[in-house]
Structure formats: C-alpha cells, structure tokens
C-alpha cells in the first residue's frame, strides 16, 4: 500500500458539489493507493503507522505529535492513481493498481483500523470523481509505503 499523507490545517472532500468528508486540523489528508499484492494485514500497518506518525506541529518540548498524541482528525480518500507509471511515453499506465474489487475493501480496512485504533476518521467515496480542498501546513507532504 501506499499512502501520500499531509499534513492540513482543513480538508474536505466533495462530491457532485456535496461534502461527503472534511476535517479540521491540525490533521492528516491521506490518500492511499491499492496494488495487487496488499492485504488487510497490510492495511492495519498502515493505520498503525498513519495514527502514530510523527508529523503535526511539536509541544512545548518541541517533540512533533501524531495524530495518537493529539487526537487530530484524518480524511482518508482512496487514490488508484498512486501507482500509476509514467515512467515510458506520455500517458501513465494502471497496471500496478488494483481493481477496484480489490482496493475498495482494503481502503475501508484502512479506515476501520484508525477508528479500531481511536481515531476520527473522514473519508472519500470510493470510485467517485471527487474534488479535494485542503490548506497544506508547512506545507508538509510525506510518502508511506508498508
């Protein structure tokens, strides 16, 4: 799995001109793509390591929080485009991605873990054509793989 979180200050997340997510932060905006060989073991590792990442703003000891240590919101949206593969040519091709029968569990599995784990969780719709507005705080952008 694969994950491209940052850290907001807000985010939402729209469909058809409806919010189906938003958050406000500090917090997480995490997108995650699916490939062929990821797994619900995989997608609990990932949780585990979103919920105690240490990216949101330091306490008073300048030691950075995580979303554990602050209870801080994350808007998950899933994000089949993470694998794409522009590497050759023009156009990026979709093989590394997996279908959508595939992925939409595992992302949900994402979801359940960090609510399993204590966290508040906003999300996407999976598959739909969605418009996502976030303020990047730093701005701060990391990539997770596991």
């Known amino acids: ?5 940052q ?3 807000e985010a939402r997340v ?4 409806e919010t189906v997510g938003a958050i406000e932060g500090p917090g997480l905006c995490v997108l995650v793509g699916v490939t062929h060989d990821d797994t619900p073991a995989k997608a609990a590792q990932l949780a585990r390591k979103l919920w105690t990442l240490r990216l949101l703003p330091p306490d008073r000891d300048g030691v950075e929080q995580s979303c554990s240590d602050l209870a801080a919101p994350l808007l998950v949206i899933s994000q089949f485009t993470l694998y794409g593969d522009a590497r050759k040519g023009r156009r990026p091709t979709w093989n590394a991605a997996a279908p959508g029968p595939v992925a939409e569990p595992l992302v949900d599995e994402v979801v359940a ?6 966290a508040k969780v906003e999300t996407g719709r999976f598959g739909a054509d969605m418009q996502v507005a976030l303020v ?3 701005p701060f952008t990391v990539l997770v793989e596991v």
């Open 113 to 118: 873990q960090l609510r399993a784990l204590g």
């Open 7 to 9: 850290r907001v200050a």
């Open 1 to 5: 799995m694969r994950a491209v979180v």
């Open 14 to 17: 729209t469909v058809a001109g």
């Open 136 to 138: 990047n705080d730093g």
